[in-house]
């Protein structure tokens, strides 16, 4: 597990957690989180689950996974009905 404050985490793990601290995405807002690991290529598989910290009605849901080399750009859109105001925890998979 592995965190950071904005919207950039660096784990170099095939199975980790990225923490992503400070952030305050607004209701109906879409924020784009990189996951910077070396062991991602353009035709990785990466499976994600996200959960959201806070007591905000915030509800982040993934909706696009884009891999590419050495990263993947992670778009989360805050579907409910408040600003988030905790952490965002990425838990992940990366296959090739």
Do not use: H
């Amino acid at each position: 597990s592995v965190s950071a404050e904005g919207t950039t985490v660096v784990n170099k793990a095939r199975v980790g957690q990225a923490i992503y601290t400070g952030n305050v995405d607004a209701s109906g807002a879409t924020t784009v989180y990189t996951l910077t690991n070396a062991l991602i290529v353009a035709t990785s598989s990466i499976f994600l689950t996200v959960s959201n910290l806070g007591a905000n009605d915030a509800q982040m849901t993934i909706t696009r996974i884009l891999p590419s080399a050495g990263s993947c750009a992670i778009s989360l859109k805050n579907n409910g009905a408040a600003a988030l105001n905790g952490d965002i925890q990425i838990s992940f998979w990366v296959t090739n």
